[in-house]
């Protein structure tokens, strides 16, 4: 999100200005990163616009990109700026009246037309023509600008100068580690469940439910059940007492899981279904 919507801000004695760069330009990025191959980004702008990057240096500091408005030449009379450059809005009318007065340009009036899209019209006093006021506009207004990109953020505490291709990678291995704690997180939740399920079959299949009928106290049938389940269950630390294991859980059967076995109602017994279990 950084990359792509960009970010600009002053701290104490730090300062950084991100441009902000397409999703999707993003995301391809991302899995080359994965595949381990090479991958160019460059600043996207919502605006539109035209972009110089020859000196863009990946977005670390001591770069520099120039920024241009789409302008076109609608007639011998009029220019319409129909893409204005990054972070100009009004600031770029604003300096086409400031050129013109100053004798920069010559132009009649300056119409904003823009409503969805972006239609600036600029009717050219009599004589002028479009070409020359067309290199004119880029050269003393903000249809032209330049922007010094400086990628500074906070990387394990510290603030760093990195590139955009490093922030990326940063990125995209900490998305990585995520998925990774996510499918482990789901994994311990099936062994879980594969657990459990373990423990109703061999409870149910050996009728150890059977075991308890005598038992006089709480207790005892918790003491039962467990001494039964080490008959046919090998653990990462118990044994089987039985010589050959019927079943291997990866982990040790607690005293919870006991009680949830005592839990377990007549219903579902009468109806345990050994293949389908």
Not at 228 to 241: I, R
Not at 262 to 268: G, H, S
Request: charged share 30%.
């Amino acid at each position: 999100m950084l990359l792509a919507q960009g970010a600009e801000g002053i701290a104490v004695g730090l300062s950084t200005k991100i441009m902000p760069h397409n999703f999707i330009e993003l995301i391809n990025a991302s899995i080359k990163i994965l595949e381990d191959k090479k991958f160019t980004i460059y600043p996207d702008f919502l605006e539109g616009g035209m972009i110089d990057v020859s000196n863009y240096n990946k977005g670390q500091r001591g770069g520099k990109i120039r920024l241009r408005a789409k302008i076109e030449i609608r007639d011998k009379k009029t220019l319409a700026i129909t893409e204005v450059p990054y972070h100009t809005t009004t600031s770029l009318i604003e300096s086409i009246i400031k050129a013109n007065d100053k004798g920069k340009i010559k132009i009649k009036k300056v119409t904003d037309n823009t409503a969805k899209d972006v239609e600036i019209l600029v009717e050219l006093a009599p004589g002028i023509s479009p070409e020359v006021t067309m290199d004119a506009l880029y050269a003393f207004t903000n249809c032209e600008t330049s922007v010094s990109p400086n990628a500074c953020v906070i990387v394990e505490n510290k603030p760093q100068f990195l590139t955009v291709d490093e922030i990326l990678r940063i990125s995209t291995e900490n998305t990585k580690e995520l998925l990774r704690k996510e499918l482990e997180i789901q994994l311990a939740e099936l062994l879980e469940k594969w657990h459990f399920a373990s423990l109703e079959r061999i409870f149910i299949e050996n009728r150890v439910y059977r075991e308890i009928e005598e038992a006089e106290t709480w207790e005892a049938v918790l003491e039962i059940i467990a001494t039964e389940l080490k008959k046919y269950v090998e653990t990462p630390n118990v044994k089987c007492s039985a010589g050959k294991p019927q079943y291997t859980l990866h982990r040790d059967i607690t005293e919870e899981d006991i009680v949830r076995l005592t839990e377990i109602k007549i219903k579902r017994i009468s109806k345990f279904n050994k293949f389908k279990a």
